[in-house]
């Protein structure tokens, strides 16, 4: 995969995960432009569903920009995934991510 030319052409979403000191896990989705290193959004809480992560995207391309791709190798509720992308038009998956929202499984980037 080649670097991206100009921002909002590629975001990178990851999730990270710690707990706190009674040992309750939290987890964090980060959503950055892979060209600015720019961090587009932080989302945290215990519990992180397709439906949310597909509900905070839309919000931030609605409040920020759109990018042209979107890259992962997180399992990210297959059915939610899919029907966000064919929702958003012009957001492309790259392959891996592709394949994974069609057949639910992962492949890493």
Known sequence: MSAP????????LDFVWDSISD?????ILTIV????GECKELMADSSLSGVRVA???DQLIWSRSRPTT???DNVLCR???SAWVSRSCG????GHLERFAQTGSAVKK
């Open 23 to 27: 040992g309750r896990r939290f987890r």
């Open 70 to 72: 979107i890259v992962s």
């Open 79 to 81: 059915e939610n995934l």
């Open 33 to 36: 432009d892979d060209r600015t």
């Open 55 to 57: 509900r905070e995207l």
């Open 5 to 12: 030319s100009r921002p909002d052409q590629r975001w990178s």
């Open 91 to 94: 957001v492309r998956l790259p």
